[in-house]
C-alpha cells in the first residue's frame, strides 16, 4: 500500500470493533455495576462519569504518549508518564485489564507495522499501559492529540453500551441513542485532554464505586466480560 | 501513514521455541466438548506435556469442571472470558485465545507438545480460525437429532475430524444412526468422522487414534 492516507482513515481503522484486539472481552466496569444493582436507566449515566473520570484519564495519557513520540522523548519521559498514570489508577485489577488490552493491541500492531520506532520507545516500560500503547501507535500513525482524544473517549462509550447490549434487556436502537447523546461529552472530554504536553497536565480524577467495581469483578468467577 | 507490513503472517525464525499443536475443539452446547478433552488430558497426559484454553460462558465453568476431574495439573488449563461471544474469540478476534496459549507456553518453558482449545458451546456455524489452531474437532451428538449432519456447517463440513457423540441414546431419541453416517460422509466427502459412545467405550478410542496421528503428523513436520 503507498499513497497518501486522511487521518480520517486511520481513526476509523483503530475505532473499528472488527480490529481483532480483544474489544468484546472487555464492559468498561458495566458488568461488576450491573452486579452490584446498575439498571438500563443507569448507564447513560455511567458513560458520563467515566468520561469525567477514568476515561479522561485514559484519553490523557493517551495524547501524551502520542506526543512524547512525535518529540523522540527519552525513556525516562515514558516512565514518568506510566508512573503518572498508575498514581491515577489506584485499582490494581483496572491496571492488570488496561495492561492486557495493550498486549492485545501490541500483537497486531507489531504485525502490522513492524519496525515502528513506537515499538522502540515503549521498550521503555515493562507492560505498558493500554493508554501509552494506544497512544504511541496512534502517534506513529500520524493521529493529532484531538483525534486520539475522541478515539479513547468514543471507544469507551461503545465499549460500555455494546457490553449493556449482552447483559441487559434492550433495544439496539436505544443504545445508539445512548451513543449519540454522549458524543457531545465525548467533545468536551477531548477538549479538557488534547492540549496536554506535560506530565503535571494530567488529570487526576476517579471514581471510587469504579475502582471497587473492578476489583470486586477481578476476584469473581461468573464474568463473561474479562474486565 | 507509514507502511504495512505485507506478509500474511509472522515468520517463525530458525530459532524459534518449538510451538505445541494447537488442537480445537468446538460444537453445540452439551454435545461433549469438555468430557472429551477431559478424556484426552486423562489418556495423553502421562506422556505429553498438555496444556488447555476453555472459553464457557462464564469464566471458567468448564475449566473447574477439567480441574475437579483431576485429568491435569490446575495451572495447565486456563479460561478466557469472551464477553458473550464465544465465535468470535475462535474466529473473528482471536486475541484472547492466542494470548491464552502464548502464556501458557511460555509459563511452561515452550515444552508443551499440545494445547486443547475448548470453544464455548456454540451453534452449527462455529468454526475455529486456523490463526488459532492446527488442528479441529467438531462435535455433535445424537441427541441433537440425526438431522445435524445433513443440516451441515463448516464445522460438521469442514472440521478436521468430525465427531458424532452419544451414539448410545440414539434408540432413547428416536435417531437413526445410518443416516447421520450417511449424511455425513454425503457433506465430508475424504473428510473423517467417528461415531462413539464414551459409555460404551470410555477410551473413545477412534478419537484417539485420530489426534494421536495429527500429533506424529506435526511432529514429523
Known amino acids: 500500500m503507498t ?14 470493533a472488527r480490529l481483532p484486539v480483544a474489544g468484546h472481552t472487555q464492559s468498561g466496569g458495566l458488568e461488576p455495576g450491573i452486579r ?58 483496572l491496571r492488570d485489564a488496561s495492561r492486557r488490552q495493550a498486549r492485545a493491541l501490541l500483537r497486531i500492531a507489531r504485525r502490522t507495522w513492524p519496525g ?15 493508554a501509552a500503547a494506544l ?8 493521529l493529532e492529540g484531538r483525534a486520539v482524544a475522541h478515539l479513547v473517549g468514543y471507544d469507551d462509550v461503545q465499549t460500555v453500551c455494546a457490553a449493556a447490549l449482552k447483559l441487559l434487556p434492550l433495544d439496539p436502537g436505544s443504545v445508539v441513542g445512548w451513543v449519540v447523546a454522549a458524543l457531545p461529552a465525548v467533545e468536551a472530554m477531548a477538549t479538557r485532554v488534547s492540549s496536554v504536553a506535560e506530565v503535571d497536565d494530567l488529570p487526576a480524577t476517579t471514581h471510587p464505586l469504579i475502582e471497587v467495581w ?6 469473581t468467577t461468573r464474568r463473561l466480560f474479562h474486565a | 501513514m507509514p507502511e504495512p507490513s505485507t506478509t500474511h503472517g509472522p515468520t517463525p525464525s530458525p530459532t524459534a521455541p518449538a510451538r505445541a499443536l494447537r488442537l480445537g475443539v468446538c460444537g453445540p452446547v452439551g454435545t461433549g466438548k469438555s468430557s472429551l478433552i477431559a478424556l484426552l488430558c486423562r489418556e495423553l497426559s502421562e506422556r505429553l506435556e498438555l496444556g488447555v484454553v476453555t472459553n464457557d460462558i462464564y469464566t471458567d465453568e468448564d475449566a473447574r469442571f477439567l480441574r475437579s476431574a483431576g485429568v491435569l495439573d490446575a495451572d495447565r488449563i486456563r479460561a478466557v472470558e469472551t464477553g458473550a461471544c464465544p465465535h468470535t474469540a475462535i474466529r473473528d478476534d482471536i486475541t484472547a485465545n492466542a494470548m491464552a496459549i502464548e502464556e501458557l507456553e511460555e509459563d511452561y518453558e515452550h515444552r508443551l507438545e499440545m494445547v486443547l482449545v475448548e ?16 488442528v479441529q ?3 455433535i451428538d445424537v441427541a441433537g437429532g440425526d438431522k445435524v449432519p445433513r443440516k451441515g456447517g463448516p464445522g460438521v463440513t469442514f472440521s478436521d475430524l468430525l465427531v458424532i457423540n452419544k451414539t448410545d441414546l440414539a434408540p ?22 467417528v461415531l462413539i459412545s464414551l459409555t460404551e467405550d470410555p477410551a473413545a478410542s477412534a478419537v484417539l487414534d485420530w489426534v494421536r496421528a495429527q500429533l506424529q503428523v506435526a511432529q514429523d513436520a
Open chain 1, 3 to 16: 499513497g497518501p492516507v486522511h487521518a480520517d482513515l486511520v481513526l476509523m481503522l483503530l475505532a473499528d
Open chain 1, 36 to 93: 452490584d444493582g446498575l439498571g438500563p436507566q443507569d448507564v447513560p449515566a455511567y458513560v458520563d462519569v467515566r468520561l469525567r473520570t477514568v476515561t479522561e484519564v485514559e484519553a490523557a495519557t493517551a495524547v501524551l504518549a502520542g506526543r512524547l513520540l512525535r518529540t523522540g522523548a527519552p525513556d525516562a519521559a515514558w516512565l514518568d508518564l506510566e508512573q503518572a498514570w498508575e498514581a491515577r489508577t489506584p485499582s490494581p485489577a
Open chain 1, 116 to 130: 515502528a520506532p513506537a515499538w522502540t520507545a515503549l521498550e521503555a516500560l515493562e507492560h505498558p499501559s493500554r
Open chain 1, 135 to 142: 497512544g504511541a501507535l496512534a502517534g506513529h500513525l500520524g
Open chain 1, 214 to 219: 473492578a476489583q470486586a469483578h477481578a476476584a
Open chain 2, 119 to 134: 470453544s464455548g458451546g456454540d451453534n452449527l456455524t462455529a468454526t475455529f480460525s486456523s490463526g488459532l489452531v492446527d
Open chain 2, 137 to 139: 474437532i467438531f462435535v
Open chain 2, 172 to 193: 432413547m431419541v428416536g435417531a437413526d444412526l445410518d443416516v447421520m453416517r450417511r449424511d455425513a460422509a454425503a457433506v465430508r466427502g475424504d473428510r473423517p468422522f
